[in-house]
């Protein structure tokens, strides 16, 4: 069967500090990776997709960047952080080609930055 | 580019009643796929229902059903019965089928159902 692990579960880092949040996919292959961010309360920010290894489609402008170096690894990274940084981060993946099937997201990160 | 809405932030009902969560959404293509998510206070996205676009019939799944619209681009979840545990943020998403494949997501309603 098919799982998907995220982490760090919870992170507190100051401003400026670096980041790099971890996701992996387990049971399936050449799947659709998406990163989103979901502010206290708020709806669910598509950040970041890719749909092989190396391509990444960027949804806005931010201090985020994505990479995807192996075909069930997607990473998000931060050189320097914000305060706006601040959020709820889901990793999830969806079966290439779509046939209809959901995206199967992971626990979550809840990152703070102070 | 696609987006959705959810125009009720929040909803309250009581147990065992009927409640019905708004959603609308533009797209220009004729193909793709709607669903709606919901996430209980662990935070972990869970699936609902989903809905084909070349499909007329009407999705269902126990006690949650929706209903499409696809001329008004309205796509509807009603909870019948509702529990106390269907308490929970719900989300509206829509996918398209050809080209990017990414899913796009409403801003959420929340959902309590009072005992």
């Known amino acids: 069967s098919q799982t998907i692990h995220q982490w760090p579960a919870t992170l507190v880092q100051p401003v400026g500090s670096p980041l790099s949040l971890e996701c992996t996919v387990e049971?399936?292959?050449?799947?659709?990776l998406y990163w989103y961010r979901q502010a206290a309360g708020r709806g669910l920010q598509l950040l970041f997709y890719?749909?092989?290894?190396?391509?990444i489609s960027s949804e806005v402008p931010q201090n985020l960047s994505a990479s995807r170096p192996q075909d069930r690894q997607f990473i998000l990274s931060s050189k320097k952080l914000l305060l706006s940084d601040s959020g709820f981060y889901l990793c999830?993946?969806?079966?290439?080609?779509?046939?209809?099937?959901?995206?199967?997201f992971g626990q979550g990160t809840r990152l703070t930055v102070v | 580019a696609q987006t959705v809405t959810q125009s009720q932030p929040e909803m309250s009902v009581q147990e065992a009643e009927t409640v019905t969560l708004s959603c609308t959404y533009d797209?220009?293509?004729?193909?793709?796929?709607l669903f709606w998510y919901k996430q209980p206070p662990s935070r972990q996205m869970i699936l609902v229902i989903r809905?084909?676009?070349?499909?007329?019939q009407n999705a269902t799944e126990n006690r949650f059903s929706v209903n499409f619209q696809k001329a008004a681009k309205s796509f509807s979840l009603k909870i019948s019965d509702s529990q106390l545990g269907d308490t929970a943020m719900y989300f509206c998403?829509?996918?398209?089928?050809?080209?990017?494949?990414?899913?796009?997501f409403g801003q959420g309603t929340r959902l309590t159902i009072n005992p």
């Open positions: 049971g399936t292959s050449n799947p659709n």
């Open positions: 890719s749909v092989g290894i190396g391509q």
């Open positions: 998403a829509f996918m398209k089928i050809q080209g990017a494949q990414k899913l796009v």
């Open positions: 999830a993946w969806s079966v290439r080609p779509l046939r209809g099937t959901e995206a199967f």
């Open positions: 809905q084909e676009a070349y499909k007329q």
């Open positions: 797209t220009s293509e004729n193909n793709y796929y």
